[in-house]
């Protein structure tokens, strides 16, 4: 069976870029969400959806960081214009549900660089 | 105030020999899940057991098991008969059974696992 498929699966950019990171979550899976790992922040919550609806995006940093869900299959997060601060592993997580008890399965990550 | 506490930054454990990361939780919600990941070297986070604050037995996957102590709001991993595979990076986490943030995760700091041969 398919994970959760990441891509790209690392990615070097100049700061002032616009950054595309995407996610195809596991087939029947109805919650989606992403993360970021830094070392002096650990994982972060940036955004979840629920049925492609986004339900909590608090940790979002700021403007400059968006997500979208257009379908069940698919969602992208986008940076624009990136820093270099916003360099981090992403990572893209899929459950079966938005309840306390469905298991959050993550993608491989993607490694963004921002110069 | 932290929601989840991996108090162990590093630790070492002999191969074959069992081991345990200490994880507490801090939260006023009496429906909560605690879930544990590894990610090894190579970045994938793994997850590898589940505990729900309901549940009345400690969680078990092979040679995972959770010490779930629900009165003192811990949830440690026992990784019994280590392997050098085991060396990893373990994180802690749970999710808070409030209404449609059920699916928010809060995760711990992680604990670096190393096995020696």
């Known amino acids: 069976d398919a994970g959760v498929i990441q891509s790209p699966r690392h990615e070097v950019t100049e700061m002032g870029q616009e950054v595309t990171l995407r996610c195809k979550p596991i087939?029947?899976?109805?919650?989606l969400f992403w993360y970021r790992q830094t070392m002096m922040r650990g994982l972060e919550l940036l955004i979840y959806?629920?049925?492609?609806?986004?339900?909590?995006d608090s940790g979002m940093p700021e403007d400059r960081f968006s997500a979208k869900m257009p379908n069940a299959s698919f969602s992208t997060l986008k940076i624009q214009p990136s820093e270099p601060r916003d360099s981090a592993v992403y990572f893209c997580?899929?459950?079966?549900?938005?309840?306390?008890?469905?298991?959050?399965?993550f993608g491989p990550g993607t490694r963004l660089t921002v110069l | 105030a932290q929601k989840i506490t991996q108090t162990q930054p590093g630790m070492f454990v002999q191969e074959k020999e069992a081991v345990t990361l200490d994880c507490t939780y801090d939260?006023?919600?009496?429906?909560?899940?605690l879930f544990w990941y590894k990610q090894p070297s190579s970045g994938e986070m793994i997850f590898l057991i589940y505990q729900g604050s309901y549940d009345q037995q400690n969680a078990t996957e092979g040679r995972y098991s959770l010490n779930f102590q629900k009165a003192r709001k811990s949830a440690n991993l026992v990784i019994s008969a280590s392997q050098l595979g085991d060396s990893a990076m373990y994180f802690c986490a749970m999710r808070e059974g409030r209404n449609t943030n059920a699916g928010k995760s809060t995760f711990g700091d992680g604990t670096t696992l190393t096995v020696k041969p």
């Open positions: 939260t006023s919600d009496p429906s909560y899940g």
């Open positions: 959806f629920n049925n492609n609806v986004p339900i909590d």
């Open positions: 997580a899929s459950s079966l549900g938005g309840t306390l008890t469905d298991t959050q399965y």
């Open positions: 087939s029947g899976h109805n919650s």
